[in-house]
């Protein structure tokens, strides 16, 4: 198959394009110098950008199953039949399968990682992400309350700690080293929480500081492509970012064994609050960016929260039941045997709340305050802050210091007395948009050949019907939402999927994992372990356990060797 | 106002979805538009004129317009379905979801209602001269802001949960209502001959007048006793006790009022 696309303005930051009028070659599913006799497809006046990159959304899983189960109301909400490419599909907060890839696919996006893996839940979480079409798709997987990791790490057996990571990113076919309020959730197993890097996590002698640390020396040491991905401590409290911020040192004794972060601070906005109670809740995105600013070994997503009804899952079992228990909702806990406890709860962000009015302007001053657009991306921890429907809405509001304006005097007070939005002025450019939709989650996840346009690349593309000499985003931030609500072409591995937003073609993506080489003896030693702790505690047998690649839609495995021995 | 008249020719063994039997939808068509309207019959598409013979005339508008149903439609659901405005009137009973979501208008059912009438309604009124099924004036499953407004009379009994979930407007059953009745209700006003056990269950909010002496949760407490009280605008005569609750829940400021005299 061969494609040209002509003459839209390319914005490809990665290799230095911005708003040029160019051609962009495809063959056999590439991006090429060139082709000859290929079809062609009319860009002029329009937006050209590599296909979208979602970072940390919860889109398959054991929890999220739970929050479709539980809120068949939010089904109603929205409801289509079975169109001529596509199935009836329902949700919106807690979109179904189909829904997801066809969803991520009209906004232009091709590649998504779903947040949170639970090893134990692996084989389930592939079978919805092998009913997700339309994108690429790989899982983080869930460690930081995981009982050998805890154990290795407190005995100080770091290789032994590295081998055992490793397998399990192999056995749950898992992309990269997820933590989750890291100790609190087993914790939570007790009825208990941490409230600071030093708690001790109950039966394991070990704190949140020691499990933090020793998962990003394992990353490094096994140098796996993506870095250590984070939820810290204290989502959601009050005062929280102190903690954020001394979980941000941490990073300073870390030595980077590839081209990028040793940690992404995911869904900041839950971690970026002043105040000691909720009457004086407060931003403290100044603190959170500057410590950004200041380090290349750290890179930050938003999770923005956009006014509305949405469903909040995490695998931060203890958060989940203080949220629950403050709005009165219904809730699921989720416990994972030695692995995780996830919770599910409903929410409300109502525009009248002082803190979900200081809360919305978080994620934006996150966003605007943090310099270097490679460091930030675009997430809503979906649906946490909001389901990720709502991106380009937080687009034009990035793009138009006016739209935001005029949300804040909509807002409670609080918005504007206790947060710093309304002195910002900057506005991002469609490059920086580029940047925190694709290039810079491409480049945190160590994708080579995505989140840019560059010969060899995957031939995922965006179009979108926008004009950049026609329109100032900053004063038509409507057109803005207009045309990145729905591309005029998606383009997935070299084939056009939406065209005028609508579903043309269904195909399947690939599924991404890691595969890192650790010595045989040592794989040989934490087996050993393995196999005690599946005879002894899990509730099903080891071989039972990894997930095969028949699970997969075409399973593409990432390479690693670090001569971890 | 001018008047449709369905007469009942058959009903299929499954349900059938024929929320198209609104005044809204049959304001401006005519005889033959609305015998071709499309209804289901399980998974099977079909015409609405295929269950019904359809006579007389609709206005223009859905306030101009009355809708008689004949006899007794026990299968057909979904009758009235977010109607606005206008009048439907069942000679005899009428299946599932029965004026669920209305707006504005008016039902009136000769018979009985099954489960579900008048679910996440905002406005109008339903009237039922037999008994309701269960979830009487309910929210939609899972959710917890149910039915806002309008109100709801029931003749005879009720069955479970009644008023589930009620976030306002009136809901009046004059016989017995089975258990559960006002289960996490949160505002609006629900009026009961009689109460099974367990009525107003996790109510945080609104009334319930219980007009006949009934057993209580343990988590109601007695605030006082009050003759001939005015309640959400509407008197009751009588001795009542009037209790405080459900205290299980969070600032619950649930109010309920049983007849003891
Ligand atoms: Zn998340």
């Known amino acids: 198959m061969k494609l040209v696309l002509k003459n839209g303005y390319v914005y490809d930051p990665a290799n230095g394009i911005e708003g040029e009028k160019m051609d962009i070659f495809i063959e056999d599913g590439r991006i090429v110098e060139e082709v000859k006799g290929a079809k062609e497809i009319d860009c002029s006046g329009m937006v050209v950008m590599p296909g979208g990159v979602e970072i940390h959304s919860h889109i398959a899983g054991g929890k999220v199953n739970t929050a479709r189960l539980m809120r068949p109301e939010d089904h109603l909400r929205n409801v289509a039949p079975r169109g001529r490419n596509t199935r009836s599909v329902c949700g919106y907060s807690t979109p179904s399968t189909f829904l997801t890839g066809y969803a991520y696919s009209r906004l232009g996006y091709t590649t998504a990682f779903t947040a949170a893996l639970p090893p134990l839940m692996a084989r389930h979480t592939h079978e919805e992400l092998h009913d997700i079409p339309m994108l690429d798709k790989g899982a983080l997987t869930v460690m930081g309350n995981n009982w050998l990791i805890m154990r290795y790490l407190s005995e100080g057996r770091i290789e032994h700690a590295c081998a055992y990571a490793a397998w399990l990113l192999r056995a749950t076919r898992g992309y990269a080293i997820k933590a989750v309020n890291p100790g609190g959730s087993e914790a939570w197993g007790w009825g208990r929480d941490v409230r600071s890097l030093d708690d001790r996590v109950p039966h394991f002698d070990i704190t949140p500081r020691e499990i933090i640390a020793g998962l990003m020396e394992i990353n490094e040491r096994l140098s796996l492509p993506h870095s250590v991905h984070l939820h810290p401590n204290n989502l959601g409290r009050v005062g929280n970012f102190s903690t954020t911020l001394e979980t941000l040192e941490l990073t300073k004794e870390v030595k980077p064994s590839r081209e990028r972060q040793v940690l992404q601070l995911t869904h900041a906005q839950f971690h970026s609050y002043g105040g000691d109670s909720w009457k004086n809740f407060s931003s403290a995105a100044e603190e959170i960016a500057k410590a950004v600013n200041s380090s290349d070994r750290l890179v930050l997503d938003m999770g923005q929260v956009v006014f509305g009804d949405t469903t909040t899952m995490t695998a931060d079992g203890p958060m989940e039941y203080y949220l629950s228990s403050l709005t009165g909702l219904k809730w699921a806990n989720k416990d994972i045997e030695l692995e995780t406890a996830p919770g599910v709860t409903p929410f409300v962000y109502s525009e009248k709340s002082p803190v979900a009015g200081v809360q919305w302007a978080i994620g934006l001053e996150l966003a605007l305050l943090v310099e270097d657009p490679m460091r930030v991306m675009l997430t809503t921890d979906h649906p946490n802050g909001a389901p990720f429907f709502t991106y380009p809405k937080i687009i034009s509001w990035l793009m138009s210091a006016k739209s935001r304006e005029q949300v804040l005097q909509g807002l409670h007070s609080a918005a504007q007395k206790n947060t710093v939005l309304g002195s910002i002025d900057r506005e991002y450019s469609l490059q920086e948009i580029c940047c925190i939709t694709r290039a810079a989650p491409a480049k945190s996840l160590g994708l080579d050949s995505k989140g840019h346009l560059g010969v060899g690349a995957d031939a995922d593309v965006a179009v979108y019907a926008l004009d950049p000499e026609k329109v100032d985003p900053a004063r038509e931030p409507e057109a803005v939402e207009r045309a990145f609500s729905a591309t005029a072409y998606t383009i997935k591995g070299g084939e056009v999927v939406v065209r005028d937003g609508e579903i043309v073609r269904v195909v399947t993506g690939r599924t991404l994992y890691v595969e890192a080489k650790v010595g045989e003896e040592l794989e040989r030693e934490i087996m050993r372990d393995v196999d005690y702790y599946f005879k002894r505690f899990y509730s099903v047998n080891l071989a039972n356990y990894p997930v095969q690649d028949v699970y997969l839609t075409s399973p593409h495995a990432v390479k690693v060797d670090a001569g971890v021995r | ?261």
């Open chain 2, 1 to 261: 106002m001018k008047e449709v008249v369905l007469e009942p020719v058959s009903q299929p063994d499954c349900g059938l979805v024929a929320e198209v039997i609104s005044c809204d939808v049959f304001a401006g068509r005519s005889i033959r538009e609305i015998e071709e309207l499309e209804v289901y019959a399980g998974n099977r598409r079909a015409r609405l004129g295929e269950f019904f013979s359809v006579s007389g005339s609709a206005a223009d508008s859905a306030e101009e317009t009355r809708i008689v149903i004949t006899g007794s439609v026990e299968k057909t659901k979904w009758i009235g379905r977010g109607m606005s405005a206008g009048e439907i009137v069942v000679e005899g009973s009428t299946g599932m979801y029965t004026g669920a979501w209305m707006k504005g208008g008016r039902i009136t059912v000769k018979g009985d209602v099954d489960s579900f009438a008048g679910m996440m309604m905002s406005g109008g009124e339903i009237e039922v001269h037999g008994r309701a099924g269960d979830y009487l004036g309910c929210a939609y499953r899972g959710e917890w802001r149910g039915m806002r407004g309008g109100s709801i009379v029931v003749h005879g009994d009720a069955g479970t949960e009644a008023g589930h979930c009620l976030s306002g407007g009136r809901v009046t059953v004059m016989g017995r209502a089975e258990s559960f009745a006002g289960v996490r209700m949160r505002s609006g006003l629900l009026v009961l001959g009689s109460a099974e056990p367990r009525v107003g269950a996790q109510m945080t909010g609104g009334s319930i007048v219980v007009l006949s002496p009934a057993e209580l949760l343990p988590s109601f407490e007695l605030v006082e006793r009050v003759s001939s009280p005015e309640v959400e605008g509407v008197r009751f005569e009588g001795v009542f006790e009037v209790y405080a609750g459900d205290l299980a829940e969070r600032n619950a400021k649930g109010r309920l009022y049983v007849k003891v005299e």
